[in-house]
């Protein structure tokens, strides 16, 4: 009888989150994974707590620290919702131990980009603006449906929506359904996009991608995609209920990538819908 590999000890960053906290649930859901370690940023007050307490499920004997080289070298990846330079210093942790890094973090800049792609020359990186089913399925479509219609004669608008705390805009899903509908249609979504409209702006521009962002409340993510062309609309949406949608991506993802060699993949790669 082959042996069973052992479970993939995983760590969390910002543990003590909202979005830490589902991913420590995710992880006690899911086969085949557990909470290695669980890191908090420096000063932080749960540091020294039980991570299984503070998510509701019990002591699992794993203690909240702010030292992340540690737990790196001894875990076989790490699951980050954090932000861009928390995130890029991650990843050179990553390389560094030559671990599986799953980056759901969102706004990161074009400088940013291109440290994770070096650290991926060492980690096995899989970044995503979105790590659920439903958004990746959603962004095939958006491509197959932009790359089918004349872009003279439908224009694309994508409309999101999140919750008060949401720091960054567009939505790192917003974006990944941009660059969606601009590969459908081969154009550079940088050369394309329209991120605001105020003012006396005069009429759109055929073949642009147009973002509007609204905040508020407690939503967990909405996001539509407007094809509108003459006497007709098709929107192609999706809505989150519940962000552990993508914690358990998240855990799925990562112990996709346990076995893959060093390199930058994306949510796409892991659920076998085709290359990016």
């Not at 671990?99 to 970044?127: E, L, N, P, Q, Y």
């Not at 967990?220 to 609309?233: K, M, N, T, W, Y």
């Amino acid at each position: 009888m082959s042996e069973q590999p052992a479970d993939m000890g995983l760590v969390v960053v910002g543990a003590a989150g909202r979005m830490g906290l589902t991913l420590v649930r995710a992880i006690a859901s899911i086969p085949g994974a557990k909470v290695a370690a669980a890191i908090e940023r420096k000063g932080s007050s749960d540091i020294g707590r039980d991570v299984g307490e503070l998510a509701g499920l019990g002591p699992i004997g794993v203690t909240i620290t702010d030292d992340p080289l540690p737990a790196f070298a001894k875990a076989d990846g790490v699951l980050d919702f954090t932000v861009p330079a928390a995130t890029t210093e991650f990843a050179g942790y990553a390389a560094q131990a030559r671990i599986v890094h799953v980056i759901g973090t969102t706004g990161c800049s074009a400088a940013d980009d291109a440290k994770i792609a070096a650290a991926a020359r060492h980690a096995t990186i899989v970044k995503s603006g979105n790590m659920s089913l439903g958004v990746n399925l959603l962004a095939v479509l958006v491509e197959q449906a932009a790359k089918s219609l004349d872009p003279e004669d439908f224009d694309i608008e994508i409309l999101e929506m999140h919750h008060k705390h949401k720091v960054d805009a567009p939505s790192g899903t917003a974006l990944l359904l941009g660059e969606a509908a601009a590969r459908g249609r081969a154009i550079a979504l940088a050369d394309n996009s329209v991120r605001v409209r105020d003012g006396h702006t005069g009429a759109r521009q055929s073949g642009t991608v147009g973002f509007a962002t609204l905040r508020g409340g407690s939503v967990v993510g909405d996001h539509s995609v407007i094809l509108a062309g003459p006497g007709e609309r098709i929107t192609l949406s999706h809505h989150a209920e519940d962000r552990a949608i993508f914690a358990r991506g998240a855990v799925k993802a990562a112990l996709w990538a346990r076995d893959k060699k060093a390199g930058l993949y994306s949510m796409r790669d892991v659920l076998g819908l085709g290359s990016a």
